[in-house]
């Protein structure tokens, strides 16, 4: 179990928690949801992402009855550990480690991408591995010092979001809502699954730093509440006030023929202001913010949820480590970043997308099925909060989940057989690992 000096640092309140839960997802709103349109049309993801809201919302408020009961840096490993056995927790492990490995390697390549368009002198990779270097550096000082500049940037961020949509909204006419909305029929809809996930996805870290708020069972509570509420809303702005200004393609393509583009948000603040427009470099500038925010704040999640693996001897212990002048999981934070490095090398910025979402589905999908296990063997449990219109929501969470993952193996089987590769390489991992710590135990035990 957790040694006294492997703990983390007790900081966060309730307001800090809402900036990580907006921070890690926030992104999702710049960049990224755009490549959907290419599948769908808007049509096609406006219905992927109604179903995403609801799985989501039904999912957050589920995982927030467990985050209350049982506040440990392994968010669903621990959930799913102590409701499934240690099988299951490793592949909630796992899951979680990929989503939240793999996404930031994306968003350093947007951030790159947005950098350039200011600095087109400046290497696009280059920019992004520094990205990972700074940002990776300032988790390591202090989970303080990472909070609050997390929430700086996310309130820059969401007030962006807010201007985009008012400057938006002058040029907005409904029937740009339907131009060509469903051109590849039923199946776009499915295919744009992906895509409406990233919308939200990692919004579950808030779970992954409850060790180290103040009062978790009250402050999770509302960090959860507060963040899905929020990301909701400025979801359902951002995709009406972009798409709603020249019909979807234009916030795909740049220019007809071309590959589609991720920066949405500038495409359609160009057709309104110019490109040459102080508001737009204004708003393209603030933009930027919302990248870090996410990039910052699922390195910060990551680093926990790798800790807590290596704490419980799932994967090398080297990496189960907290550092005794900063209470940060150093150590693990070195290791997920040249990880991320590796992946942003390959300049595959939709297949790295798929592969977090595949995580992020399975880690849906067996946190859904711990609740239940929770709920029938550990009933005593205290549960300072617990989710509304059981066992409606999580039912409906897990359904849906099950569903998206069915339609994104279909459609993406070559990265399904590599996340599948990345789970089995890990559970060798696991299992030896295990037998190492229990013959430890053997050991310690003889020698008594």
Excluded at 160 to 185: I, K
Excluded at 394 to 399: I, Y
Aim: glycine fraction near 10%; aromatic fraction near 14%.
């Amino acid at each position: 179990m957790t040694e006294p000096n492997n703990e983390l640092k007790k900081t966060l309140g309730p307001l800090m928690l809402w900036g990580l839960g907006v921070g890690y997802v926030i992104s999702g709103m710049y960049f990224g949801w755009n490549l959907g349109l290419a599948e769908g049309g808007t049509l096609g993801l406006a219905i992927a992402t109604f179903f995403v809201i609801i799985m989501y919302v039904t999912f957050t408020f589920s995982y927030t009855e467990m985050a209350c009961a049982i506040p440990k840096a392994g968010g669903a490993f621990d959930y799913a550990r102590l409701g499934l056995g240690k099988h299951w927790g490793y592949l909630a492990g796992i899951a979680q480690s990929i989503e939240f490995i793999f996404a930031p390697p994306a968003i350093a390549f947007a951030i790159g991408a947005y950098l350039n368009m200011f600095f087109p002198q400046l290497d696009v990779t280059l920019i992004a591995i520094l990205a990972y270097v700074i940002f990776t550096g300032l988790n390591i000082v202090g989970v303080r010092s990472a909070s609050y500049f997390e929430l700086f940037v996310t309130i820059l961020a969401v007030l962006e979001l807010l201007l985009f949509a008012g400057v938006s909204f002058t040029a907005f006419e409904t029937r740009n809502l339907t131009v060509n909305a469903l051109p590849n029929g039923w199946e776009g809809a499915f295919r744009a699954i992906p895509f409406a996930i990233w919308f939200f996805l990692a919004i579950e870290g808030v779970a992954n730093v409850a060790e180290e708020a103040k009062n978790p069972q009250r402050d999770v509570l509302w960090g959860f509440g507060s963040a899905i509420t929020t990301l909701v809303v400025l979801c359902i702005l951002v995709f009406t006030t972009a798409v709603g200004v020249a019909g979807w393609e234009t916030i795909v393509y740049p220019e007809p023929g071309s590959a589609p583009s991720d920066s949405p948000l500038p495409l359609a603040l160009g057709k309104i202001v110019g490109e040459g427009s102080v508001l737009y470099h204004m708003l393209i500038t603030i933009g930027l913010f919302g990248l870090i925010a996410s990039f910052h704040g699922i390195i910060l999640a990551a680093g926990r949820s790798t800790l807590e693996l290596g704490r419980e001897h799932y994967v090398t212990p080297f990496v189960g480590v907290v550092h005794p002048r900063t209470k940060t999981p150093v150590n693990a934070l070195l290791v997920n970043m040249g990880i991320g490095i590796i992946a942003l090398l390959t300049g595959q910025t939709g297949e790295i997308i798929v592969l977090a979402v595949f995580g992020a589905l399975t880690l849906y999908i067996v946190s859904m099925i711990a609740f239940f296990a929770l709920r029938k063997h550990h009933a005593d449990l205290e549960r300072p909060f617990k989710v509304p219109l059981y066992p409606v929501f999580p039912a409906v969470a897990l359904m849906i989940a099950v569903v998206s993952l069915l339609a994104l193996t279909i459609y993406n089987l070559a990265l399904f057989g590599i996340f599948v590769g990345i789970v089995v390489a890990g559970y060798v991992s696991f299992l030896w690992y295990q037998n190492v710590l229990e013959k430890k135990v053997q050991l310690a035990a003889e020698s008594e």
